[in-house]
């Protein structure tokens, strides 16, 4: 294996660390939450070092394959794992490694005084495990494969505290939600397997550019089945009921999982496939109704829709972490947008910056938690500016920077996605628009009531600043929360996701200013959304006591509040067609199958038994007179 | 090497019937030292299958003693890629199971007789190349069963439990029987054998008669159908599981009911492709009952016996869907998640078996919160949950995703939607159930009445883990089975789809 070393193997370190260091904490130091913890934060701040190392010797390179492995391989059916270095996958692999490491260092503080801090680490290393496998995956099942890993490390993770009832019920929800989405997802593999006969990424693209008449007719349907995966991780409309629920976890956790990767990983995989979804649309007979339609389309009505919604939802609610959560929800929306609008290279832009700010974001959330004494009610802190300098500063330039204001990296991001809108459709410009100025207000009025204002409560009278584990993380993560805009994301991006569009670098100042030359009425609009959001916040929350919207707006903020009752409508939903057919079939196994088959085979062989002993009377003129019928009829047969 | 896999549990029965009944630490030592004796043997030829040499048929291991010259009845034993798998799984499993025998506390001579003649007949009947044999073993194994569990059965139905499964099985069995005697009848007089290699290769030479085939395949397809739980034929598994000794449940669902599947690839279909295109379709609408209907009964269990019962049924429609779909992949992946079902059948019921000595119930409305007294168990409960609904990293997910690989390019008529269900069946209702079962057994408060319970210590852990173990190891690395098995699977889809009938001489002659 060593003969033919390749500097790129050396992606296979980034791989397996996390693993090693899951397997050493599961097995052996698991009782010693502190140094499992350190065992945990060394792996991955060593893969931070290997990726910034892999992206400097290979950033300029379009493609960089590893030595594959030979993982099952029966007749048609070859699984060849391999890693895979291309521009999208390194800047992922930064963005996963370095939040990943700054999460890690934060949850030493954060979660110093849990009794199972070791299996805590030895969970999050699973997760990095199971991540970097999607990111570097060169092929869709192991894609797949560590597309469930990371299911199944978020089920961990959310239901770390499992003696809470909310916890258990929130890990259970949305392990069965992600599996609806990767049922669609695993049918979509084989369905693209059965008609190109491949899964690696790489022969799927030569074979596209060789045949595309054969992919025609499916490539609507199968990029559809393939968007349910990313439905699912990216909690889309109608599978988004799992994200907010899924808060109940470590607030570090949701920093990570369920804001900054993880869900994002649904984004991202759909910009690895993105090439699938070129092929003219062809819809199979049974969907003929949505002919004109474009599966791309339909993704980008979808992303819209929940951007949308899961930003009204957030204007009303109270928890700190919910908030957040919907916006996240609402970002995810923004990106699956970009994608369907055809442009992968905005969503992964955004899906950049939204890493950093909204990891943040959750940060600073959790330290005001954490200084609050596990109070997560917005309304019952307040005042907290003073209390809690550096987590107040941070948290304001997260703000900043997920409201769009410039020269903060969302700003360009999101004028990235809204410049793709106005391109494309009207109408979803319009909806980009409205959720941008609604982020602007609900993210206000979360500052607003918890930092400013009048303390609410002995809680938040009390509170203090965080330890330096934690605020030092804060203070990290806002340098590529400001200056990430700068970077030249977009070209890198650019290069392998949209090599068409012509590309040039300019000065700071010009790439400052880039987003008002080249697309101006997003840009504006974007920043117009921005200030009209924020005044009207301000008006409604400078120093309010208490939230005045619900008086106001009345069954509409209830509806808001409670999600659009979208939770209780699956319930009854679920209640009247699984509930109903298991009870169904339970009913019939227990009377039909076992009571009428089996006590019934059973009852019948007593009969017939009971009846031959009738026959048996020992009477030899009965035997006799039976002999002879039976002759009769036997002649009777035999001379016909 | 096969013999002595066979022999060692056999002589160690022999060994208990003559020793004291009170020398219980004796007894239960032999019997562990000759199943571990068993696994290592089974691990060396395991390991040792590539570079053996092959012999008769593409058989490897061979040994061969001949017993009834005149009827052709030969001791003849040998391993290709789909039984050194089997074999190799069912020494771990007896193995495990011999550990956890802890829990008998009474007649522990008579117990440990029976499990170990059980053991010896399930390592022969998969290593059997010889009719006779092959059903001999079977039943050796299958009698032990029902006197366990009519002994040292738990729980209320026990009684109705061990006539249910006596019933069923002895009828399986029978019908079986009936087909492999009309298939013995098949073969002139004057060759007539018992010899597998020897029938396989006459009726490779010499088609049977199609209408033979259509007659003798359901006989076997149903016969070995019910030894496999096949839907509508299941309801005695959930039943006799939750009633059986731990030992008796770990050896019966992970290894014992594969015999079924396993005489269905052996004999069934290579010998009769006619009968087997005819009837595979309707094996593969019976297989549909296990993977989404026996999901959702298991759904509504609130005893953890019967939950794992139902969907250790419901996994055997994998196993059926692969075997229907007849091609490569499919097949293979049959295998494997046989092999795989083992494993996991074997490691839950161990599992449940453990939580029932602590706390005397499997009503899961009781139980909650035990993850915090049991952390092994618990942890080892929820790896095999996640197994069981096909998680990658344990081996069932290679098996399950090659059945849905292979059967959607299968021949039979909209095999799409079949997978569209069983993925359906699989990913998700089996995510339903087994999560519930977490939620409701580990999450959650933990109970004051549940105080005294202890996790696993030390050496009481080493069947959990060597369970999870062989399950993670086939998991992270499947060619270690699926490079074994492809090239036998090939040779039986190959003669299963062989486009040679006969059927078109057989109704020239009728009609003459």
């Given at each position: ?640 | 090497m096969l013999t002595s896999i066979i022999l060692l549990p056999f002589l160690a029965a022999l060994v208990i019937l ?12 032999v019997a562990?030292?000759a199943t571990l004796g068993s696994l290592l043997i089974a691990t060396k030829m395991f390991?040792?299958y ?5 012999g008769v048929g593409?058989y490897k291991f061979i040994q061969r003693i001949p017993w009834v010259?005149?009827?052709g009845i030969n001791y003849f034993v040998g391993v290709d890629?789909i039984n050194v798998g089997l074999i190799f799984m069912g020494a771990i499993v007896a193995f495990?199971a011999a ?13 440990y007789l029976l499990l170990m003649v059980m053991t010896g007949g399930i390592l022969g009947a998969f290593a059997s190349l010889d009719l006779f044999f092959f059903y001999a073993f079977h039943e050796f194994a299958l009698i032990p069963t029902f006197i366990m ?20 099985l002895?009828?399986g069995a029978?019908?079986a029987l009936?087909?492999l ?13 018992f010899d597998i290699v020897?029938l ?24 070995f159908?019910?030894l496999v ?18 030992a008796t449940?770990m050896l019966h669902a992970g290894v014992l009911k594969k015999f079924g599947l396993y005489g269905l690839l052996r004999i ?70 046989m092999i795989?079902?083992g494993?996991?059948?074997a ?166």
């Amino acid at each position: 294996m060593f003969d033919d070393f390749k500097p790129e193997d050396v992606a296979w370190i980034i791989l397996f660390l996390p693993l090693l260091a899951a397997a050493g904490i599961a097995l052996f130091t698991k009782r010693d939450g502190k140094f499992s913890a350190q065992i945990s934060i060394t792996a991955v701040a060593l893969t931070f070092l290997v990726s910034c190392g892999l992206f400097l010797m290979f950033k300029d390179a379009k493609l960089v394959p590893t030595t594959p492995l030979n993982w099952l391989n029966i007749g048609d059916l070859k699984v060849e794992i391999g890693l895979r270095l291309d521009p999208l996958s390194l800047l992922m692999l930064l963005v996963v490694t370095g939040v990943g490491t700054m999460i890690h260092i934060y949850s030493f503080g954060y979660m110093k005084e849990d009794r199972c801090m070791g299996r805590y680490f030895g969970s999050l290393s699973l997760f990095m495990f199971s991540m970097l496998g999607i990111v570097l995956s060169n092929n869709l099942v192991m894609t797949f494969i560590f597309w469930e890993l990371v299911g199944v490390s978020s089920y961990l993770l959310i239901g770390f505290w499992y003696e809470k009832p909310s916890a258990a019920d929130a890990c259970k929800k949305a392990f069965i939600t992600n599996r609806l989405g990767d049922f669609g997802f695993i049918l979509g593999i084989i369905l693209v397997w059965a008609t190109l006969g491949s899964v690696s990424f790489d022969e799927l693209q030569q074979r596209l550019l060789k045949a595309p008449e054969a992919w025609s007719g499916v490539a609507a349907i199968a990029g559809l089945l393939i968007f349910c995966g990313a439905m699912g991780k990216s909690a889309m409309f109608p599978l988004h009921v799992w994200l907010p629920d899924a808060m109940e976890g470590p607030t570090p956790v949701s920093a990570l999982i369920h804001a900054a990767t993880m869900v994002a990983a649904g984004v991202y995989m759909l910009c690895r496939v993105f090439f699938l979804f070129g092929a003219h649309t062809v819809w199979p007979e049974f969907l003929s109704f949505l002919n004109g339609w474009s599966a791309l389309d339909i993704i980008s009505w979808i992303g819209g829709f929940t951007a949308l919604i899961a930003a009204l939802m957030a204007v009303q609610q109270n928890d700190i972490k919910r908030i957040l959560a919907y916006s996240t929800l609402s970002q995810l929306g923004y990106m699956v947008m970009a994608v369907g609008l055809t442009g992968p290279t905005a969503a992964m832009y955004h899906l950049t910056t939204h890493a950093f700010f909204k990891a943040l974001l959750f940060l600073g959330a959790g330290s005001v938690i954490y200084a609050c004494h596990h109070e997560q009610d917005i309304w019952h802190m307040g005042g907290l500016k003073k209390k809690m300098p550096v987590t107040f500063w941070t948290f304001l330039l997260g703000t900043l920077a997920l409201c769009g204001v410039p020269p903060l990296s969302g700003f360009y991001s999101k004028d990235a996605v809204l410049a793709t809108a106005s391109e494309h459709s009207v109408f979803l410009f319009i909806i980009a628009a409205l959720v941008a100025l609604l982020t602007t207000f609900y993210m206000s009025r979360l500052v607003l009531v918890t930092f400013f204002g009048a303390n609410r409560s002995d809680h938040a009278d009390h509170a203090h600043e965080s330890p330096k584990v934690m605020a030092w993380p804060l203070v990290i993560l806002t340098v590529p929360t400001v200056l990430a805009g700068f970077w030249g994301i977009d070209l890198f991006l650019g290069r392998q996701l949209a090599p068409e569009a012509v590309a040039h670098h300019g000065n700071f100042l010009e790439t400052m200013f880039a987003p008002f030359g080249h697309a101006p009425l997003a840009a504006l609009v974007g920043l117009g959304a921005t200030i009209f959001g924020f005044s009207l916040a301000y008006g409604i929350y400078a120093n309010a006591e208490k939230d005045p919207l619900p008086e106001k707006l009345g069954f509409l903020s209830r509806a808001m509040r409670d999600r659009f009752y979208f939770d209780e409508i699956y319930s009854g939903l679920i209640a009247i067609t699984h509930e109903a057919v298991s009870r169904l079939a339970n009913w019939f196994d227990r009377w039909i199958i076992a009571g009428l088959g089996v006590r019934g085979l059973h009852g019948s062989t007593e009969i017939v038994g009971r009846a031959l002993r009738l026959v048996q009377t020992g009477n030899l003129q009965t035997y006799a007179f039976l002999f002879v019928a039976g002759l009769v009829l036997v002649l009777l047969f035999a001379l016909k | 090497m096969l013999t002595s896999i066979i022999l060692l549990p056999f002589l160690a029965a022999l060994v208990i019937l003559l020793m004291p009944r009170d020398y219980r630490v004796a007894i239960r030592g032999v019997a562990l030292l000759a199943t571990l004796g068993s696994l290592l043997i089974a691990t060396k030829m395991f390991l040792g299958y590539e570079a053996a040499e092959v012999g008769v048929g593409g058989y490897k291991f061979i040994q061969r003693i001949p017993w009834v010259e005149s009827l052709g009845i030969n001791y003849f034993v040998g391993v290709d890629g789909i039984n050194v798998g089997l074999i190799f799984m069912g020494a771990i499993v007896a193995f495990a199971a011999a550990c956890v025998s802890w829990e008998i506390k009474t007649n522990e001579k008579l117990y440990y007789l029976l499990l170990m003649v059980m053991t010896g007949g399930i390592l022969g009947a998969f290593a059997s190349l010889d009719l006779f044999f092959f059903y001999a073993f079977h039943e050796f194994a299958l009698i032990p069963t029902f006197i366990m569990i009519g002994v040292w059965g738990r729980g209320e139905n026990k009684n109705y439990a061990t006539y249910n499964i006596t019933i069923y099985l002895s009828a399986g069995a029978l019908i079986a029987l009936v087909g492999l005697i009309g298939l013995y009848l098949q073969v002139p007089a004057a060759q007539r054998t018992f010899d597998i290699v020897a029938l396989t290769e006459y009726f490779k030479a010499n088609p049977m008669a199609a209408n033979a085939q259509h007659f003798i395949f359901p006989l076997l397809m149903f016969g070995f159908g019910i030894l496999v739980s096949l839907w509508p034929f299941h309801t005695w598994a959930p039943l006799g599981y939750g009633a059986a000794p731990t030992a008796t449940a770990m050896l019966h669902a992970g290894v014992l009911k594969k015999f079924g599947l396993y005489g269905l690839l052996r004999i069934a279909l290579p010998l009769m492709p006619e009968g087997a295109k005819q009837w595979l379709n309707v094996l593969a609408l019976l297989c549909l009952g296990n993977i989404l209907y026996c999901g959702w009964v298991a759904m509504r269990q609130r005893d953890l016996n019967q939950l794992i019962g139902n969907s250790s049924v419901a996994h055997m429609g994998f196993v059926f869907l692969g075997i229907a779909s007849l091609n490569l992949i499919g097949v293979t992946g049959a295998v494997v998640v046989m092999i795989a079902h083992g494993l996991l059948a074997a490691l839950t019921f161990a599992l449940s078996g453990y939580i029932r000595t602590q706390t005397n119930t499997l009503n899961m409305d009781e139980m909650g919160g035990l993850l915090r007294k049991l952390p092994f168990i618990g942890a080892a409960l929820v790896m095999a949950m996640m197994a069981g609904c096909g998680l990658p990293g344990f081996a069932n997910f290679v098996g399950e995703l090659s059945v849905m690989f292979g059967a959607w390019k299968a021949s039979f008529g909209h095999a799409q939607w079949f997978v569209v269900a069983a993925a359906w069946g699989g990913l998700v209702i089996g995510a339903i159930y087994m999560l519930r079962a977490v939620r409701s057994v580990l999450h959650g408060e933990l109970s004051e009445k549940w105080n005294d319970v202890q996790d696993a210590m030390l050496w009481r852990k080493t069947p959990f883990v060597l369970l999870l173990a062989a399950l993670m190891v086939f998991g992270f690395w499947p060619r270690l089975l699926t490079d074994k098995i492809k090239p036998s699977a090939e040779a039986i889809v190959k003669m299963a789809t062989a486009t040679k009938a006969p059927e078109a001489k057989v109704q020239t002659a009728q009609a003459k």
